[in-house]
């Protein structure tokens, strides 16, 4: 079982965009949540937003409508399509997956719903 990675961070200018890619190729059959959650410096960890093994989605009001999740279950990647971005996103962002079901259906940008960590990718806005 292997959660790997973030990948796809960088620095842009405010108004850019990036995806973000993170391979799961583990847990396939026991996963219900993949996440995304960034910590800038000084912060705590924020929970950005969540899919369900159905692709119902969920995300935290700061980027609702700039941010889109999705997975490719053939790939086993999940993405995070960032758009309009602005100097207060920045921060390094991490997957995440969550094996317990009892999440499933709803699954939250809360740390509490996800077991399984990947390294994480930097993404740097300057305005």
């Known amino acids: 079982q292997v959660q790997e990675g973030a990948s796809g961070g960088g620095s842009v200018q405010s108004g850019g965009s990036l995806r973000l890619s993170c391979s799961n190729s583990g847990y396939t059959y026991s996963r219900y949540c993949l996440g995304w959650f960034r910590q800038a410096p000084g912060k705590e960890r924020e929970g950005v937003a969540a899919?369900?093994?159905?692709?119902?989605?969920t995300y935290t009001d700061s980027v609702k409508g700039r941010f889109t999740i999705s997975q490719d279950n053939a790939e086993n990647t999940l993405y995070l399509q960032m758009t309009s971005l602005k100097p207060e996103d920045t921060a390094m962002y991490y997957c995440?997956?969550?094996?317990?079901?009892?999440?499933?259906?709803?699954?939250?940008?809360?740390?509490?719903?996800?077991?399984?960590w990947g390294q994480g990718t930097q993404v740097t806005v300057s305005s």
């Open positions: 995440a997956t969550g094996t317990n079901p009892y999440y499933n259906g709803a699954c939250p940008t809360r740390d509490v719903a996800y077991n399984y």
């Open positions: 899919i369900d093994r159905e692709g119902k989605t």
